[in-house]
């Protein structure tokens, strides 16, 4: 892939840039690329399937499966929809509630070969915030909800759990469990945000040409 | 199931969080492909979902991944490189096996951990299946891999072909040893950058025989070390070798593979002898066995 054949693309960060650089490689069918993307994200992958399965074993499988799925699809990631950690961790996210849902996979990967709506564009939307939030600052922003609104989305995201499911499990209407995860969001994405906004000031993160644009 | 915009936007946060039955997802999707209007809310609520998964700490997995993983890839690329027929006629004159085995037709599975759990407690009724999935799993990534090999030194030099003549001798032993009763095998996966050092190692009856292809030839007195690794306990050396300019390494030596799932590694080391490694892994797999 040559810079010409690129659509203008937003900034993105360079840790992003080298991703996608892996990827061509990963693609091409270049082991060490996998190793390397292995490297980059096995901590965060295994956190996340762990974190669902609740199960060392089944964590350790969904991984791997979904290494392999980049492995023999590399080619389905869309660059304008999302990072590549974005990517890789979501289909990380989706094998392994798949996995807890006891039920086979549905879709290879995440269906980008389906048509793919203009509005669904899922994550890394802000250049402002890609690349600038650690793991305390997200916490921080997670302490910004109510404790329903939070256990709402957790039991979604983390629980594998159906609306019908989490109403039941939490002893609300369907409708209170919709509003809860909405507003959650909401709540959520502005706390992200703001943090963001801080950490633009930042003298270690100061911003990049362009990414602003 | 046809939704409104009403009812889209009503379950965009559902959808985002990958809640929603299959049904209902596809319904969304059919919805947002045909409507006009801008439905925000996926890109305000989507957004954030990336950021969920950031809030975790990070754990490192089992050492044993990497090599399963990668082992894994290696097959399916053997696999890619048998279907691809792009050997040059001069090379392909020299292949004799290559037509003669079957090609796959779909990737081969490797076993999971689930699976290799399920192996260790179980009982010996599953074992001629297993047996016969990792022969077949070997043949098929040694025969791509050689071919793959191939594809890339197109020069055909002869040093090359000897060198994969000499390395294809050496996995047919492998493939013989991984055949006995009891044995246990695994692939070799390159580890790091630099390393493009893959091969396959079977051990069986107290003794352990490796193949390894694209080694850096030693020098002096240089000696790959081979190391089993059980467990969470130190690297265990059972031997070294010497690799010549073909960069083909063979090793035959004795040792008792207790457990299934122990991790063989080689490590090139300045001398023969070493009693832990000094040098980063240059190629590692998980070893594992036939029997329940």
């Known amino acids: 892939m040559t810079d010409e054949a690129r659509p203008a693309l937003r900034a993105t960060s360079p840790e992003d840039d080298a991703d996608r650089q892996i990827l061509v490689d990963v693609g091409e069918g270049r082991l060490d690329a996998l190793e390397g993307l292995y490297d980059r994200y096995r901590t965060m992958a295994y956190a996340i399937a762990l974190r669902i399965t609740a199960d060392p074993t089944l964590a350790e499988d969904v991984v791997q499966d979904a290494f392999l799925g980049v492995w023999r699809h590399a080619s389905r990631y869309v660059e304008g929809r999302g990072s590549v950690k974005t990517w890789l961790l979501s289909i990380v996210h989706h094998r392994a509630i798949d996995a807890v849902r006891r039920r086979k996979p549905v879709t290879e990967l995440p269906d980008t070969e389906l048509p793919a709506p203009s509005q669904l564009i899922e994550g890394d939307i802000w250049p402002e915030v890609a690349g600038r939030l650690d793991a305390v600052e997200v916490r921080a922003a997670l302490d910004s909800l109510s404790t329903v609104q939070r256990e709402a989305i957790e039991l979604a995201y983390w629980g594998g759990l159906s609306q019908s499911e989490i109403a039941t499990q939490t002893g609300v209407p369907l409708g209170t469990v919709k509003s809860r995860m909405r507003l959650g969001l909401q709540v959520l994405h502005g706390a992200l945000v703001r943090h963001a906004g801080e950490a633009v000031h930042r003298p270690s993160l100061i911003d990049r040409p362009g990414a602003s644009a | ?292």
Not at chain 2, 90 to 99: E, G, L
């Open chain 2, 1 to 292: 199931m046809t939704m409104t915009c009403d009812d889209v936007r009503d379950q965009a946060a559902g959808f985002v969080l990958g809640v929603l039955s299959l049904d209902e997802a596809a319904a969304v999707r059919a919805h947002l492909a045909s409507c006009d209007q801008p439905h925000a809310e996926f890109a305000e609520l989507g957004g954030v979902v990336p950021y969920l998964a950031d809030s975790l700490d990070p754990v490192e997995p089992p050492v044993g991944l990497r090599a399963r993983l990668l082992a894994a890839a290696a097959a399916d690329l053997a696999d890619t490189a048998t279907v691809r027929a792009s050997v040059p006629a001069t090379v392909r004159a020299s292949v004799p096996a290559q037509a003669s085995l079957p090609v796959p037709t779909s990737p081969i599975p490797f076993p999971s951990a689930a699976e290799r759990e399920q192996r260790a407690t179980a009982r010996p009724s599953g074992r001629g299946t297993w047996m016969l999935r990792i022969a077949a799993v070997l043949a098929i990534a040694v025969l791509g891999g050689w071919n793959f090999q191939l594809q890339s030194r197109l020069s055909g030099v002869e040093g090359d072909l000897a060198a994969a003549q000499a390395y294809r001798a050496a996995v047919t032993a492998v493939l013989d040893a991984a055949a006995q009763p009891g044995a246990q095998s695994g692939f070799l996966a390159a580890a790091g950058p630099a390393s493009r050092a893959t091969g396959v190692v079977a051990a069986t009856g107290g003794s352990v025989i490796l193949a390894v292809e694209n080694l850096a030839p030693t020098t002096g007195a240089q000696v790959y070390e081979a190391w089993v690794i059980v467990g969470d306990a130190a690297p265990v050396a059972i031997g070294g070798f010497e690799v010549g300019a073909g960069g083909t390494g063979v090793f035959r030596g004795s040792t008792a593979f207790a457990a299934p799932g122990a991790i063989v590694a080689l490590t090139l080391e300045p001398a023969p002898g070493a009693t832990a490694p000094t040098s980063p892994v240059v190629t590692l797999g998980t070893v594992m066995g036939a029997a329940g």
